[in-house]
C-alpha cells in the first residue's frame, strides 16, 4: 500500500535559473540556463532579448536523472548574451502544467576593456562635437586598426543601440599601413534625437580571423574564430533648441521664377531651394496661397552627403501659380539656429512682381442709388433719327449695299479656319490644355472638376482616369 501510495504521487517539477558568470569584461558572453526539472507541459514565453541586449545564440538539451531509484527529466534552455554595460536579468513567467512559477531576477556586471598597445585589434571613436542641439548633425569617426599580417576572413561593425542617437550617413575610409597596423577611418553623420546627456558609444567590431589548431592525432586543422572588440564611450551634452523651431546649422534660401511676364491663364514656375550644413531633411514642404491666383505644388526632394568631414543637405520644391489679373509671388522664409554664432537667426527671400498680359478687363457694377421719396423719372426716347433728310437715308441705304457686297466676296471661312488651326490646341492632358479649361472654369462644373484632376496629374503627380472622348469634346467646343 505504501508502494502504491508513493507511485500515485504527482511529480513536482523543479524550475531553475543560472549563469557561467555574473562578472565580465565586455566582450565576454554570459551564458543564461533555464533548468526545468520533472514532467508535464512547460510554457516559456518567447523573447529575443536578455538583459537588455539580443541573444547571440540560443540551445536546447534534456536528459535523464535517476533519484532514489526514481526516473525524471530535465529540460535545460541555454541562451548567451553579450553585454556591454552592467545589467539585470529580469524575472519572468514560466508555465508548468498549468501553473505559474516566477524565476529570479540576476546582476550582471560589466567592466570595460583596457586597450593596450600591442592589442591585435582595437576600435576607437572620436568626435570634436561634445555639444550639440537636438536634431544638429554631427560627424563621428571611427578608427579601426588590425595588426598587420592577420588573414581577416570576415568583419562587421554594428553602431552604438541607441534610440535617441540616429545614424544619418555613413563614409567608409581607406585601409592604410602605417606602424604595424592596417588601419582605416570610418565617418558617420549622427543626430541626438532627444536632450540630456547622452553616451555615445560602446562601438562592437566583430572580426573573423583564420586559426591554426591541431586535432587529437596531431594534425593542423583550418578553423575560424571570431574576435569581438569594444571602442571607447563618449558622453555628449545635446541641448534643447526653442520652441517652434526644428532646423539647426548653417543654412541658405533661394527662390526663382521662369518668367516675369506671362498670358492670362499661363502658369509661371516658381523653385525654392534651401541648402548648406544642417538637418534639411527635417524641412517641411513649403505652402503657397495668393489671392486671385491658382496654386499648384508639387513634393518636395532632398539630399544629403558627407563632405570634408561635413554633413550637407539640399532641398529643393517646384511650384506654379495660375492667374488672370498682375500678381506677386510673396517672400518665403525660414527660422533656425545658426551654429555659427549660437542664435536664432531668420532668413527671407524678396517677393517677385509678376505681370499678367492680356487680361480680360474687370466688369464693375454701375452704382445705383435708391430714394424712395423721390418720382422716377420719365423716359425719354430719342428723336436725333428723324432729323435726317430722305436724301440722306437713300444714299447711305445705296452706300450699304455696296460694301456689303465688298464683304461678301472676301473668303472669310477660309481667314477664320486659318485663325483656329494658328491658336488650336491638341486635346491631350498638357498644360496648355489646362490653360485653355481654367478660362472658362468658373462657368461650367465639369470644366471645373476636369481643371481639378488635370492639375493633379501634372503637378502632383496624381493619376485621375479622364474621359478621353469627353476632353476633346469640350477643348473643340471651346476652340470654336
Known sequence: MILFFLMALPLVAELKVSVDKTQITRGETVRFTLSITGEGKVSVPPFDELCGYAIEGRMQSTKDIFSNGKRSQELSLIYEIMPQKSCVIESFPVSINGKTQTTEAINITVSKVAITKNAPFTVELKTEKRSVYVGQPFEMKVELKARQGIDVLAESISLPESKNIWVKSEQKG???????????????????????????????????????????????????????????EIELEVKELPAGVSL??????????????????????????????????????????????QAFKEE????????????????????????????????????YMDVTTDTLKTITTNAIDIKVLNSAPAVKEELKISRPQEKPEENVQSTVGSALSLMQGVFLLLGGIVLGLIFSMIPWKRVFIKDKRKHAVSAKESKEVLQLLMGHMHADPEIEELVKKLSENLYEGKSHKIDKKRLREIVKKLQE
Do not use: C
Not at 253 to 274: C, L
Not at 304 to 330: I, M, N
Open 174 to 232: 581607406k585601409p592604410l599601413l602605417q606602424e604595424g597596423y592596417s588601419k582605416r577611418n570610418n565617418t558617420y553623420a549622427l543626430a541626438a534625437q532627444r536632450s540630456g546627456t547622452l553616451a555615445l558609444g560602446p562601438l562592437r567590431w566583430d572580426v573573423k580571423v583564420r586559426n591554426q589548431s591541431r586535432d587529437n592525432w596531431g594534425m593542423w586543422l583550418a578553423t575560424a574564430k571570431t574576435h569581438s572588440v569594444f571602442s571607447n
Open 248 to 293: 539647426v546649422g548653417e543654412l541658405e534660401i533661394e527662390v526663382s521664377v521662369d518668367k516675369t511676364e506671362v498670358n492670362a491663364g499661363e502658369a509661371v514656375n516658381v523653385d525654392i531651394r534651401v541648402k548648406g550644413a544642417g538637418n534639411i531633411e527635417d524641412l517641411p514642404a513649403f505652402e503657397i496661397h495668393v489671392d486671385g491666383a
Open 300 to 335: 518636395p526632394k532632398k539630399t544629403h552627403y558627407l563632405r570634408d568631414g561635413k554633413y550637407f543637405g539640399d532641398f529643393s520644391q517646384k511650384l506654379a501659380l495660375v492667374a488672370e489679373r498682375d500678381f506677386t509671388v510673396p517672400a518665403f522664409k525660414i527660422r
